[in-house]
Each structure stands twice: as C-alpha cells, then as structure tokens.
C-alpha cells in the first residue's frame, strides 16, 4: 500500500518533526510513504494531488494551502474513493478525516499564561506589538484566540496594543520587527503567531540587547528552546502543536481508512504550553 502525502515546508523544522512522525507510522504499518512537497503553490499542490491519484495512491495525507482550492483539488481524489485525511489545515468539502489542533485554543493558551504572568509580576504599563498573519483560517484563529484571551488586560488599562504587523516568514519578520522598535520605542512586549516571526524576533531582540521586551510565540522549536533557557532574550512562553503526532496520527487513519476501518471524521491533537520559568 502507497500513502500519498503533500506538504508545503518540508525544510522548515515543525514540518520535519511532522514527516518523522508520518515515517514512524508508515514503517509500523508496513506502508510506503510517497513524499511530495508544493513549496506554498497551490498550482503545484494541485498538480502533486493529481500524480499521487495517477500513481494509485491507496490513501492520500495532506496538510492543505487553502480551505478551498485544495479540497477542490482533493475532490478528485474522493470522487475515486480515495480516502484523504487533512492534517493542520482544513478544506471544504470535508475530507475522510481530519488530524487537528483547535487554532483558537494555540492563541489563547499563550494569551491566557501571559495574564497571568502579569499579575504575578505585577505588569501595568503592557505596550504591546503584535505579529500576526489573517491570510488563511489557522493563521486567523491563532491570532483571534490570543487577542481574546488578553482581552482582561486590556480593558483593566494594564495593556496597550501599540502595533500590529502582518508578517509570516523570518526575513520579513526581521525588518518588521526593527521597523516597530523604531516606531514604538516603548514596546515592551511582543506576540508572535508563528515559529517563523517568533523565531525571527528572538534574534533581532538579541541583536539589539533588548532583554528588558517580554516575548510570547506560537510553535516550539530547538532554538526557541535554547533561547528560553538564555538571558539574552525574555522569551517567557510558547504554546505549540505536536507536529510528530499529527503526521504520525494522520498516516495511521488514512491507513485504517484505505483498510475500510471504521475512522474518526476529526481527531484532536492537544497543545502544550512550554516557559521560561519551567526550566525542567
């Protein structure tokens, strides 16, 4: 049995956490894991999704660009009673089954520690930047769910929203950022939605020996890690998926799907909320 899998990062370190976990459940299952990668064009998504269905993919998983060109594109498959599983993206029509983090919930996780930091550090002058990106569903609900969640702060006069910026990758990121500081030079705290931006203002933060400006993110990564644990940079919190589980669970249910086992149309991947002040 061939699983067809399409991604749109497969460099970027979440996504390799996510291949591994796809790889994991292909070995156990005795499957072939046939890898594909759209490098964020949705022509080229499209055309991936074709080729797996042309090379008979028994299963396809997909962690989508788009909500609806991609399921658009994904009908194709379904229509050949392909089984298709959706992993951190969704798509409309509904696939066979779809492996999730609840969006709103990564958001609001960081937003709701970070209140509570503030009241434990006693905190009242917040100037905060956010960075945030609205382009496509997830993104959106990140960003929704962290706003919300500090919504207490902000009507206490605790906090104020100085800045947003939409930004996505770390390049952009980076100028963004030092653009901000110049603008707002009374920044002292900044939310970023992804591991990208988050990424990105931890190095300019250590760049410019601003170690007094709390940050909060979005997805872990190795340097996220080290840099917690560094003085060089105030990185307090970072709520992130398990993107090993994800692949991992998404692999296992297209499988069973193409096996004609019985699956469950969404599947939960819960977060986790790493801190500085948990070193362990």
């Excluded at 930047?129 to 997830?138: G, K, L, T």
């Excluded at 996220?224 to 970072?238: D, R, S, T, Y």
Aim: with cysteine.
């Amino acid at each position: 049995m061939t699983v067809g899998s399409v991604i749109f990062e497969g460099t970027n370190e979440w996504f390799v956490e996510a291949i591994a976990g796809m790889e994991d459940a292909a070995a156990e299952l005795d499957v072939h894991l046939s890898k594909s990668d759209s490098r964020y064009d949705v022509n080229v998504e499209r055309d991936l999704i074709r080729e797996q269905i042309k090379n008979k993919a028994s299963a396809m998983v997909i962690c989508p660009l788009t909500v609806e060109e991609s399921g658009a594109a994904l009908s194709e498959a379904t229509k050949l009673s392909i089984p298709v599983v959706t992993w951190n993206t969704v798509v409309t029509p509904a696939p066979t089954s779809q492996v999730i983090v609840d969006a709103k919930t990564l958001g609001s996780a960081t937003g709701e520690y970070f209140c509570g930091y503030a009241k434990k550090h006693d905190l009242h002058n917040i100037k905060a930047a956010y960075i945030i990106d609205e382009s496509f569903s997830i993104a959106k609900d990140r960003c929704d769910g962290f706003r919300n969640s500090v919504k207490p702060l902000i009507d206490s006069g605790d906090l104020k929203v100085v800045a947003q910026a939409k930004s996505h990758l770390y390049e952009e990121t980076t100028v963004t950022v030092e653009k901000l500081l110049k603008e707002h030079p009374n920044i002292n705290f900044i939310w970023c939605w992804n591991q990208m931006t988050t990424g990105a203002t931890v190095d300019v933060l250590k760049k410019l020996r601003r170690s007094d400006i709390i940050v909060a993110g979005t997805d872990m990564s190795l340097p996220l890690a080290a840099a917690m644990q560094e003085e060089q940079v105030n990185l307090i919190a970072i709520t992130t998926q398990q993107p090993y589980q994800m692949g991992y669970d998404a692999v296992k249910t297209a499988v069973q799907a193409a096996r004609g086992e019985k699956v469950e149309t969404t599947i939960s991947v819960p977060t986790i909320t790493y801190t500085k002040e948990d070193q362990a």
